[in-house]
């Protein structure tokens, strides 16, 4: 990865956005307790990519899922859950 020099404003101006876009992501959430039944001990696979892209864009060019797992895990340690509740889930084929 390339060593990127960028002003505060810059940085400060990323995580406005990041965090924009992760509160207009905000309405597909719900509660994970009521996911995890169904996901087991890592979060959906949607949430999982909303947060690896608002990663990428803010600290990394290309971040992984064990690194998408621990900001996660982060939050959860000071009280705060990041969930996903999908709008229109995908018909299931037969």
């Known amino acids: 990865m390339t060593e990127k020099k960028r002003s505060i404003a810059e940085i400060m ?13 905000s309405k597909k959430f719900q509660s994970m307790d009521e996911l995890s039944d169904e996901a087991g001990d890592r979060a959906p696979y949607e949430l999982r990519l909303q947060i690896g892209k608002a990663l990428d864009r803010l600290i990394c060019d290309e971040s992984t899922p064990e690194q998408v797992d621990k900001f996660i895990s982060t939050f959860a340690e000071f009280g705060l859950f990041i969930t996903y509740k999908p709008t229109n889930p995908p018909a299931l084929s037969e």
């Open 13 to 25: 101006n990323d995580i406005t956005r990041v965090c924009a876009d992760i509160d207009h992501q």
